[in-house]
C-alpha cells in the first residue's frame, strides 16, 4: 500500500523559511516521480514543484522558482520542500503526491 506522510509545517514570519518532508512508502521511490502541491483557503489545488526521482530532473511553479528547491533521498524514501523567502500567499496545506495518492497535507501558514 502506498503511504505518503508530510510533515514540517508551521508558522513563519514573511522572508523566513521552511523545510518539508514527504516520508513514502509502499513503492520503490526511484522509480517514479513524485511531486509536492498546495491549497490555500477557497483555491484549487496546484502544482509547486516535482521531481524525477530516476534521473533527478526538476520542475517548479513559476510562483516559486528562485524560492523553493525540491530534493529527494531515495535511500530513505523521502522527498523534501526547502522554502526560503516566505510569502503570506505560500500559505496553504502541502501534499505530496505519487502514483496518484495523497498524503494528510501540512500546513504552512506565513504571516506578514
Known amino acids: 500500500e502506498v503511504q505518503l506522510v508530510e510533515s514540517g509545517g508551521g508558522l513563519v514570519q514573511a522572508g523566513g523559511s521552511l523545510r518539508l518532508s514527504c516520508a513514502a512508502s509502499g513503492f520503490t521511490f526511484d522509480d517514479y516521480g513524485i511531486g509536492w502541491f498546495r491549497q490555500a483557503p477557497g483555491k484549487e489545488r496546484e502544482g509547486v514543484s516535482c521531481?524525477?526521482?530516476?534521473?533527478?530532473?526538476?520542475y517548479y511553479a513559476d510562483s516559486v522558482k528562485g524560492r523553493f528547491t525540491i530534493t529527494s533521498d531515495n535511500a530513505k524514501n523521502t522527498l523534501y520542500l526547502q522554502m526560503n523567502s516566505l510569502k503570506p500567499e505560500d500559505t496553504a496545506v502541502y501534499y505530496c503526491?505519487?502514483?496518484?495518492?495523497w498524503g494528510q497535507g501540512t500546513q504552512v501558514t506565513v504571516s506578514s
Open positions: 503526491n505519487a502514483l496518484s495518492k
Open positions: 521531481i524525477s526521482s530516476s534521473d533527478g530532473r526538476t
